[in-house]
């Protein structure tokens, strides 16, 4: 109950907030317009789309056999594995590292499924500095917040405020809302962080299974920084990311950063097959690589959400999610937010926890158009939404299943259902409401408090068909 | 820790699933553009994400390096030993030659601190989406393309393809993948702030890419 509660208190907030619901809504249109613009062509964009989909599919179709050839192959290329059930047990063992390492300064790049495991909280509970690096990420995490958008973290906040925030850390720098110049005060104090870091640490964007190799994909070059100056790199990958062969990387990364940002391509595309070698003059001297699932084979075991995984996270959804827009990721209490947030968050916590997040949806359709895998996100939506009140099969798969139905909602629906099949009953209450229209309330629980609440007619639908001479009304 | 691996690979198998199963991928489409069209269209992409590109025979590169670097204010400029010897005897005075000799280790402070520019080979370009591909080797370790200034880089001509697709095809990368493959795609940029573009937010401020014709 205090779940529900609080998400309504933070969405009340947040359509409060006029400015924030501002920098949103122009923050996507740019989005949205920069990525249509990579795809005049329908045709060209619905085979990308396909074929983008069908190499997502391949994957999960094999994703044991997958998982077991990227390991060996990992192994072979001397990059060393850990496999993860749960986030304690990958922050454990991320621990763990750090500390046969003796590493006591640690920088990361931009990384969702290192904030999934709440990393940060735990290496700082074990006195290990762990410095974002990412511009977005870095100033988020000087403000003492948490990004609020996959791909933009800090898209929520305004030059004004990040100047603010930049000035009270780093006094030593002249005050500047430049953007530039911003950018270059950062580039000054995380190049030496760099240098000074014991180990690096870095999400995956796709794991080849056939070569042993990760890819990483960045616009600004802290990612490579993070994964090449430090001695030691530890990667962080859901078991999802995994794909078979080298040739399904083309197509994946070219709708990938299109989707994401309307981009051609960004920046750096960094495969790493291996640490130091013998020869090599650089680059880390040890990699391990942690294969979380945290909830994920659970998901995969069930048929109709299994395609939760094929997602490559691009935030396209995102970007064109009315409710979204509206309300900016924080409302949502989650890591990922959006579409792909409210799909794939509950199946992970738990209905119980999360079931809640299901009603941030109008059912528009908008993300299942642009998604880049062909993810049918309102349908699997539309099946969570009504795992939270009527538990069947899928308690297995997904804890709280039926725990948010509520009985006077239930007896409601209920009576409906019998009114609504039983035709002279109907008749009846339909000609009773509508002699009683004037009495009809004027609010209705939550539900008017923003809207009008509408006042049933005079006449029925059906006496005005049979009035305008209908005979099969 | 075996233990969740096994955890997790018993749950998946659990699944029923057809292993066998494949959707057929369709082959992406090749544009069938003539080497000319290829240059014309790296450049016009690589420009367009602020990268600047020259085409020119390859004995004028060091004319050009002569010309430019001294231009550019480049004091100094690191490069590996096969290049080395090729520019070594004709750089003028004014630009300094030099060489990541040793491991980073030794060779940080200096990397960050002091070296102006990097000149580094490419094993070829994607034109569709402008970009050089670099799989640093031990004379031209990792961090040359990352940490100085401006990296300057060189394409044979007779080395863009048209996609990514076709260059690791067409040179096997699947069997022999090397430590470590770059698609570099323009200087370093950011627009987390107010989605404004900047450059040079951690990598090179300046990306130069110069084609090599024969």
């Given at each position: 109950?205090?779940?529900?509660?609080?998400?309504?208190?933070?969405?009340?907030?947040?359509?409060?907030?006029?400015?924030?619901?501002?920098?949103?809504?122009?923050?996507?249109?740019?989005?949205?317009?920069?990525?249509?613009?990579?795809?005049?062509?329908?045709?060209?964009?619905?085979?990308?789309?396909?074929?983008?989909?069908?190499?997502?599919?391949?994957?999960?179709?094999?994703?044991?056999?997958?998982?077991?050839m990227?390991?060996?192959?990992?192994?072979?290329n001397?990059?060393?594995?850990h496999?993860?059930?749960?986030?304690?047990?990958?922050?454990?063992?991320?621990?763990q590292?750090?500390?046969?390492?003796?590493?006591?300064?640690?920088?990361?790049?931009?990384?969702?499924?290192?904030?999934?495991?709440?990393?940060?909280?735990?290496?700082?509970?074990?006195?290990?500095?762990?410095?974002?690096?990412?511009?977005?990420e870095?100033?988020?995490?000087l403000?003492?917040?948490?990004?609020?958008?996959?791909?933009?973290?800090?898209?929520?906040?305004?030059?004004?405020?990040?100047?603010?925030?930049?000035?009270?850390?780093?006094?030593?720098?002249?005050?500047?809302?430049?953007?530039?110049?911003?950018?270059?005060?950062?580039?000054?104090?995380?190049?030496?962080?760099?240098?000074?870091?014991?180990?690096?640490?870095?999400?995956?964007?796709?794991?080849?299974?056939?070569?042993?190799?990760?890819?990483?994909?960045?616009?600004?070059?802290?990612?490579?920084?993070?994964?090449?100056?430090?001695?030691?790199?530890?990667?962080?990958a859901?078991?999802?990311?995994?794909?078979?062969?080298?040739?399904?990387?083309?197509?994946?990364?070219?709708?990938?950063?299109?989707?994401?940002?309307?981009?051609?391509?960004?920046?750096?595309?960094?495969?790493?097959?291996?640490?130091?070698?013998?020869?090599?003059?650089?680059?880390?001297?040890?990699?391990?690589?942690?294969?979380?699932?945290?909830?994920?084979?659970?998901?995969?075991?069930?048929?109709?959400?299994?395609?939760?995984?094929?997602?490559?996270?691009?935030?396209?959804?995102?970007?064109?999610?009315?409710?979204?827009?509206?309300?900016?990721?924080?409302?949502?209490?989650?890591?990922?937010?959006?579409?792909?947030?409210?799909?794939?968050?509950?199946?992970?916590?738990?209905?119980?926890?999360?079931?809640?997040?299901?009603?941030?949806?109008?059912?528009?359709?908008?993300?299942?158009?642009?998604?880049?895998?062909?993810?049918?996100?309102?349908?699997?939506?539309?099946?969570?939404?009504?795992?939270?009140?009527?538990?069947?099969?899928?308690?297995?798969?997904?804890?709280?299943?039926?725990?948010?139905?509520?009985?006077?909602?239930?007896?409601?629906?209920?009576?409906?259902?019998?009114?609504?099949?039983?035709?002279?009953?109907?008749?009846?209450?339909?000609?009773?409401?509508?002699?009683?229209?004037?009495?009809?309330?004027?609010?209705?629980?939550?539900?008017?408090?923003?809207?009008?609440?509408?006042?049933?007619?005079?006449?029925?639908?059906?006496?005005?068909?049979?009035?305008?001479?209908?005979?099969?009304? | 820790?075996?233990?969740?691996?096994?955890?997790?690979?018993?749950?998946?198998?659990?699944?029923?699933?057809?292993?066998?199963?494949?959707?057929?991928?369709?082959?992406?489409?090749?544009?069938?553009?003539?080497?000319?069209?290829?240059?014309?269209?790296?450049?016009?992409?690589?420009?367009?994400s602020?990268?600047?590109?020259?085409?020119?025979?390859?004995?004028?590169?060091?004319?050009?390096l002569?010309?430019?670097?001294?231009?550019?204010?480049?004091?100094?400029?690191?490069?590996?030993?096969?290049?080395?010897?090729?520019?070594?005897?004709?750089?003028t005075?004014?630009?300094?030659?030099?060489r990541?000799?040793?491991?980073?280790?030794?060779?940080?402070?200096?990397?960050?601190?002091?070296?102006d520019?990097?000149?580094?080979?490419?094993?070829?370009?994607?034109?569709?989406?402008?970009?050089?591909?670099?799989?640093?080797?031990?004379?031209?370790?990792?961090?040359?393309?990352?940490?100085p200034?401006?990296?300057?880089?060189?394409?044979?001509?007779?080395?863009?393809?048209?996609?990514?697709?076709?260059?690791?095809?067409?040179?096997?990368?699947?069997?022999?993948?090397p430590?470590?493959?770059?698609?570099?795609?323009?200087?370093?940029?950011?627009?987390d702030?107010?989605?404004?573009?900047?450059?040079?937010?951690?990598?090179?401020?300046?990306?130069?890419?110069?084609?090599?014709?024969s």
């Amino acid at each position: 109950m205090s779940q529900v509660k609080s998400l309504e208190n933070r969405v009340d907030e947040a359509l409060g907030n006029e400015q924030l619901q501002t920098n949103f809504r122009s923050a996507m249109d740019y989005l949205i317009e920069k990525r249509s613009d990579q795809f005049p062509d329908k045709d060209d964009l619905n085979n990308l789309r396909n074929t983008s989909s069908s190499i997502r599919s391949n994957s999960l179709s094999k994703l044991p056999e997958l998982l077991i050839m990227l390991e060996e192959n990992l192994e072979n290329n001397n990059i060393k594995v850990h496999w993860a059930e749960t986030d304690i047990e990958a922050n454990n063992t991320i621990y763990q590292i750090l500390k046969e390492a003796n590493a006591k300064k640690v920088v990361k790049g931009k990384s969702m499924v290192t904030e999934e495991i709440e990393l940060n909280e735990f290496l700082d509970s074990k006195n290990i500095e762990i410095l974002e690096t990412d511009l977005g990420e870095f100033l988020v995490q000087l403000a003492n917040e948490k990004p609020s958008h996959i791909v933009m973290p800090a898209i929520h906040k305004s030059r004004k405020e990040i100047s603010k925030v930049f000035s009270e850390h780093f006094p030593e720098f002249p005050y500047t809302e430049d953007v530039d110049l911003i950018t270059q005060q950062a580039r000054k104090i995380l190049r030496d962080r760099f240098r000074e870091a014991d180990a690096g640490i870095s999400g995956v964007n796709f794991a080849v299974a056939e070569t042993g190799s990760l890819c990483l994909v960045e616009n600004e070059g802290n990612g490579r920084m993070c994964t090449t100056v430090p001695p030691l790199h530890i990667a962080v990958a859901g078991i999802e990311k995994v794909v078979e062969n080298l040739s399904d990387v083309p197509p994946l990364l070219d709708i990938l950063t299109k989707s994401a940002t309307g981009q051609e391509i960004t920046t750096y595309f960094n495969m790493i097959s291996s640490p130091r070698k013998n020869d090599e003059k650089d680059g880390p001297m040890v990699m391990h690589v942690i294969l979380l699932d945290n909830g994920r084979s659970k998901i995969y075991q069930n048929t109709e959400m299994q395609e939760t995984l094929k997602c490559i996270r691009c935030g396209s959804c995102i970007n064109h999610c009315p409710v979204y827009t509206q309300l900016g990721g924080h409302a949502y209490g989650t890591v990922y937010p959006g579409p792909i947030g409210i799909t794939l968050e509950p199946q992970q916590k738990g209905i119980s926890e999360l079931g809640d997040l299901t009603s941030l949806c109008t059912m528009c359709g908008a993300c299942a158009e642009v998604c880049p895998v062909q993810i049918p996100l309102p349908k699997l939506i539309n099946r969570l939404r009504s795992e939270t009140v009527e538990g069947d099969y899928m308690s297995q798969f997904i804890e709280g299943v039926g725990s948010q139905r509520k009985s006077i909602e239930s007896i409601v629906w209920q009576i409906w259902k019998h009114i609504y099949s039983h035709p002279t009953l109907y008749s009846i209450c339909s000609k009773t409401i509508t002699k009683l229209s004037s009495f009809s309330p004027k609010k209705f629980g939550g539900w008017s408090n923003y809207r009008v609440m509408p006042k049933p007619s005079n006449t029925s639908l059906k006496e005005l068909a049979k009035q305008a001479g209908f005979k099969n009304e | 820790m075996n233990k969740s691996k096994n955890i997790i690979l018993e749950r998946l198998k659990s699944k029923i699933h057809d292993t066998s199963h494949r959707e057929n991928i369709p082959l992406m489409a090749m544009h069938g553009w003539t080497k000319s069209e290829m240059i014309q269209m790296l450049s016009k992409k690589l420009q367009l994400s602020k990268a600047e590109v020259f085409s020119m025979p390859n004995k004028e590169l060091i004319n050009w390096l002569n010309d430019e670097l001294p231009k550019r204010k480049i004091k100094n400029i690191l490069s590996g030993e096969q290049i080395a010897n090729e520019i070594a005897q004709s750089l003028t005075s004014k630009t300094e030659l030099i060489r990541y000799d040793n491991s980073y280790e030794s060779f940080s402070e200096s990397l960050f601190n002091e070296i102006d520019a990097s000149i580094t080979k490419s094993v070829g370009a994607i034109a569709d989406s402008g970009s050089v591909v670099l799989q640093p080797t031990t004379d031209e370790p990792r961090l040359m393309s990352l940490v100085p200034n401006t990296h300057i880089v060189l394409v044979d001509e007779e080395s863009i393809y048209e996609t990514f697709g076709q260059i690791m095809l067409d040179q096997n990368w699947s069997i022999n993948m090397p430590s470590n493959t770059l698609l570099i795609s323009g200087p370093s940029k950011t627009a987390d702030i107010e989605q404004v573009l900047a450059y040079g937010v951690h990598g090179p401020k300046e990306l130069i890419v110069l084609i090599l014709t024969s």
